[in-house]
């Protein structure tokens, strides 16, 4: 039995799998992660396809197998088909894709958390050298050492 996307997609978020724990690629995540934040369904689904056996070959397949099994044991509706799917088709199931696209949203929010947290520390001290009398250049030393 092959799963629903929708209700592949459903069971990946109720897995527990976090990008920052499972030691795939986040470079190769990133097309993903691209592709979701830009909002282009059919570019989401092509790096999806394209990426996935990559990702499973690089480590995604045994952390998705641990945290199917632990889905179903405890009750997890779907669980099981799921993981009788990845047990006959590994990184050509619709788990294992919507894992891939769960784990590129969770990569995506952490980029552009960690890139706005970087914006607001910078921010005040672009505002001091834009506040210099000679014009507060962005090449400042002050600015240099902050990276902006």
């Known amino acids: 039995m092959t799963l629903d996307r929708r209700w592949a997609e459903t069971l990946a978020s109720a897995l527990d799998l976090d990008v920052d724990s499972i030691g795939i690629c986040h470079a190769c995540l990133s097309f993903v992660s691209i592709a979701l934040d ?3 369904e059919r570019e989401i689904r092509r790096q999806t396809l394209r990426l996935t056996p990559t990702l499973w070959d690089e480590g995604l397949s045994l ?3 641990l945290a199917l099994e632990g889905a179903r044991a ?3 509706h779907d669980a099981a088909p799921a993981l009788d799917d990845v047990a006959r ?3 050509r199931t619709t788990i294992a894709r919507a894992v891939v696209r769960r784990l590129a949203l969770q990569l995506s929010i952490r ?3 960690q890139l706005n ?3 607001r520390s910078i ?3 672009v505002a001091v050298c834009d506040a210099h009398p000679r014009g507060g250049r962005r090449g400042s030393a002050a600015a240099r050492r902050l990276g902006i």
Do not use: C, I, N
């Open 89 to 91: 088709f590994g990184a």
């Open 38 to 40: 830009e909002g282009d």
């Open 117 to 119: 947290w970087r914006r």
């Open 123 to 125: 921010e005040p001290a």
């Open 74 to 76: 405890s009750g997890v």
């Open 63 to 65: 952390p998705l197998r």
């Open 111 to 113: 980029t552009h958390a």
